[in-house]
C-alpha cells in the first residue's frame, strides 16, 4: 500500500543532504524519508555510475511512498530505476541545471519510457524549461526553495559588512558567486575597473564561496595594485545579506551553461539593491522587475557573452540614475517574488494523493537545441529497446565512452539556444 504520512526524498549529494529536506517538511507539515544511500546519479558520465544492483536495494525503503522528491539532472535516472523496482507512485524531479552532456541527454531519453503523466518537473527559467521541453520533458517554470527571505532582506546594520573592508564612502559595485570560468569574472572586472574611471570612488566587491585559484591568478594580481577591489571569502549568509544591502548595484556578466535560476541576483533584489545581468537564461526571469537591468548578449567565438562595453553602459546608467526605484519598492516585489515561503507552495501536491491532483501543461513550447547524429542514432537505438533493456543499457560504458566525445559542442549548442530562446520572447514582447 502507498505511504500516505510522509513523502521520499533523494538529495542532491548524498554526503551532504542539505536542509531542502527539512524546508519541505516543516513547510508542508508532512514526514520526510530521506534516502540513507550512498549512491548518486548526478555525475559527468557513465563510468561513475554506481553499482546497479546496490542502487536497487538502497532505494528499496522509498517504494512505498506515493510521492518521492528527486534532487539534480539525476533525478531522471532515479525515477526510472523507481519504477522500473515496481514503484507506482509520482515522482517531482528538481534537475536544478541544464542538460549539457551524453550522460544527461541519454538518461532523459530513458526517463521517457518509464515517466507517470502525474509526474512534476520544476526548473528555474522560462528558456530552461523550454530546453527540457525540447527533449519531451513537461517542465514548469519554478523554483520551491526559493530565497530565505529571513536572512535576504533589506538590512539596517549593513556597514557593520564594510567596516574590515575600511569602506566608508563611495558607490559599491558587488558580484556574489562561485569565482570560476563560466562566471566570466574577467569581462566583469574589465567594464567594472574602466566604470572607476567615471566614478573614481567606486569600490569593486566580489564574495565567493568557490575559488578557481588558477582562474582567479590575475585578481589576486589586481588585489595588489587596485585598492578598491576587494575579495570576500566565504562570507556567512548573514554577511551576505548586508554586502547585498551596502552594495549600489548586483553586477553579473555570467553566461554560464549551468544554473537556471539568478539566485544571486534574486537575493539582492530581496535586499533592495538593483541588479545587472546578461539577458541570458534565468536572468531574463528574475530581473523582469523595478531594480531589474537586462544587457543584451552576442554571439563571440561562437557562444554567447554579454559585450564589456554594454556592460559598462548599463553599470554607468545605474550608478547615475536619479530616477530609481526606492529599494523598498525592488525588496517588497522581490521577496513576494522568490520567498521560500510561497514558492514552497509549488510542492503542495506532495501531500495529495498523484491521482487527485493530474498536472497541468506547462505552457512552454520547446526550444530546439541540435544534437549530434551520433547521438541521435544511439538515442533511436535506445528507444527499440524495451524499456528495462534500455535502462541496463545505461550502465554499459563502451559506446557511451566515444559519445560523450561530442559534449562540448553540444553545452556550446545550449548555450546558444538559451540565448536565442530569450532573445526571441524578448523581441515578442517589444524589449
Not at 495529495?352 to 493530474?358: D, L, R
Request: aromatic letters at 8%; glycine letters at 6%.
Amino acid at each position: 500500500m502507498p505511504n500516505t504520512a510522509s513523502v521520499g526524498y533523494i538529495p542532491y549529494s548524498p554526503s551532504a543532504p542539505g536542509v531542502d529536506a527539512r524546508w519541505l517538511a516543516d513547510a508542508l507539515r508532512c514526514d520526510v524519508d530521506l534516502f540513507d544511500g550512498r549512491e548518486t546519479f548526478n555525475l559527468d558520465d557513465h563510468q561513475d555510475l554506481p553499482d546497479a544492483d546496490r542502487v536497487c536495494a538502497a532505494i528499496r525503503p522509498l517504494l512505498t511512498h506515493q510521492w518521492i522528491v528527486a534532487e539534480g539532472p539525476g533525478a531522471f535516472l532515479w525515477a526510472a530505476v523507481l519504477r522500473a523496482s515496481g514503484f507506482d507512485g509520482a515522482v517531482t524531479l528538481l534537475p536544478y541545471l541544464n542538460p549539457t552532456s551524453w550522460f544527461d541527454v541519454s538518461v532523459l531519453g530513458v526517463y521517457r519510457r518509464f515517466t507517470n503523466p502525474c509526474d512534476r518537473v520544476f526548473v528555474g527559467s522560462t528558456a530552461s524549461a523550454g530546453i527540457y521541453r525540447g527533449f519531451g520533458i513537461e517542465a514548469h517554470v519554478g523554483e520551491p526553495y526559493g530565497i530565505d527571505c529571513d536572512v535576504f532582506r533589506p538590512r539596517t546594520d549593513f556597514r557593520t559588512a564594510l567596516e574590515p573592508l575600511h569602506i566608508t564612502k563611495g558607490p559599491i559595485i558587488l558580484f556574489a558567486g562561485r569565482a570560476e570560468p563560466d562566471k566570466d569574472l574577467y569581462r566583469l572586472l574589465g567594464a567594472a575597473l574602466k566604470a572607476k574611471m567615471l566614478f573614481p570612488d567606486l569600490h569593486i566587491l566580489i564574495a565567493t564561496h568557490v575559488v578557481d585559484h588558477s582562474y582567479l591568478s590575475i585578481v589576486d594580481r589586481l588585489l595588489g595594485e587596485e585598492r578598491a577591489l576587494h575579495l570576500i571569502l566565504n562570507p556567512s549568509r548573514d554577511r551576505l545579506a548586508r554586502l547585498y544591502t551596502a552594495a549600489d548595484v548586483f553586477v553579473t556578466a555570467s553566461t554560464s551553461h549551468f544554473e537556471t535560476f539568478g539566485r544571486a541576483p534574486a537575493e539582492a533584489l530581496a535586499c533592495g539593491t538593483a541588479a545587472i545581468a546578461p539577458r541570458y537564461d534565468g536572468f531574463a526571469d528574475v530581473l523582469a522587475q523595478p531594480g531589474g537591468r537586462l544587457v543584451d548578449v552576442e554571439l563571440e567565438d561562437g557562444v554567447p557573452r554579454v559585450r564589456e562595453a554594454a556592460l559598462l553602459r548599463a553599470i554607468y546608467e545605474e550608478l547615475s540614475a536619479s530616477d530609481k526605484p526606492s529599494p523598498e519598492t525592488i525588496s517588497t516585489i522581490a521577496r513576494r517574488r522568490f520567498c521560500r515561503a510561497r514558492n514552497v507552495g509549488l510542492l503542495a501536491h506532495l501531500i495529495e494523493c498523484p491521482s487527485a491532483t493530474p498536472a497541468v501543461a506547462p505552457g512552454v513550447g520547446p526550444v530546439d537545441v541540435p544534437i549530434p547524429d551520433r547521438w541521435q542514432a544511439a538515442l533511436a537505438d535506445m528507444q527499440a529497446m524495451r524499456p528495462e533493456q534500455a535502462l541496463a543499457h545505461l550502465w554499459d560504458t563502451c559506446e557511451h565512452v566515444t559519445l560523450r566525445k561530442f559534449d562540448v559542442a553540444f553545452r556550446t549548442a545550449v548555450r546558444v539556444a538559451l540565448a536565442e530562446s530569450v532573445r526571441t520572447s524578448a523581441a515578442a514582447a517589444g524589449v
